[in-house]
């Protein structure tokens, strides 16, 4: 299938960051940074760009922000970690200027969800701020598909940065940290208001590689948005099998509706504002609407997306769904 429109994936269960929900649970594998980061334009350049160049990574110790760091780290790049345990935090303003003074660039993922209450607000009053600091050079993550994530793109371009939108597809990853890990682990089983629509699932190390590349190659990517995903379209009843294949155990799905997941969350404690959000989301993006393929990934890492799959078989080598 060709390229998708507009879309931002999903929100609190692909955005969050470990220092912002107690929810996370990161299991990290030993691969994240093995495999080198294709660049169209030549390793010198890009080395003679990074030399001169930090970047303030905004949820440094959650899934992606903790991925584009160890990424940055890897194509030479000064790293300054961005997380309520470095002092950083989205809710306070104050908290801002000193992460950002004396950087070059900054990768910014607003938690839960860049779709969520007050996302726009606060995404477009740091830039500004970055931008009066001159740190011009901002990547946000975003989701395709995702109408809400409009008004915070938006309050991006319209900041006076030169940026970068990066709008991935549902994270691989979503099946081996955070929510959605525990019960495969404990039940083996994974129940979830996705039905038996297709998604492009992508590596988030995919994600982290293409933001590295966008900050490295100069004006390239500057006021672009980038769509990435997966190679190939997987229901989440065909990715739980492909994750028990990988894990050795017999693992299952059961399709529920949005509110029925909604109605599990609050009695697992979960507040009535980001429940009802959740309801909202997944009833919007679980429709269909996102079961097609990006480009993005082979745009500008000039490679093909790591498969499902490999995914699957390197996160079941962790022990991650061991009961």
Known sequence: MGPCGARQLTGAMTHNTADDTARTT??????????????????????????SMTVVVTGASGRTGGRVARAAEGAGLGVRSASRTQGF???????????????????????????????????????????????????LLSSRGEERALPTEEALRTSGADWTVVRAAWFAQNFSEGPLVEGLRSSGELVFPGGEVQEPFVDLRDVADVVVNA???????????????????????????????????????????????????????????????LVELFESLLDGRNACLSA????????????????????AETGVWKS
């Open 26 to 51: 990161a299991h990290d594998t030993a691969d994240d940074t093995a495999r080198p980061t294709a660049h169209h334009t030549t390793g010198c350049t890009v080395q003679n760009a990074a030399r």
């Open 89 to 139: 935090d989205w809710y306070d303003a104050s908290t801002w200027a000193d992460v950002l003074r004396g950087a070059d660039a900054a990768y910014l993922v607003y938690p839960t969800d860049v779709g969520a209450p007050g996302a726009a607000d606060a995404v477009g009053r740091l830039a500004r701020e970055a931008v009066a600091l001159g740190v011009r050079r901002l990547v």
């Open 215 to 277: 900050l490295t190659e100069g004006d390239r990517y500057v006021g672009r948005t980038l769509d990435v995903s997966g190679p190939r379209l997987l229901t989440f009843r065909e990715a739980v099998a492909e994750v028990g294949r990988a894990a050795g155990r017999e693992l299952t799905y059961t399709p529920v509706s949005a509110r029925q997941y909604g109605e599990q969350l609050a009695a697992l404690g979960v507040p009535p504002e980001e429940t009802a959000f």
């Open 296 to 315: 993005g990934v082979q745009e500008v890492l000039g490679r093909e997306p790591r498969d499902f799959a490999e995914f699957a078989r390197e996160a």
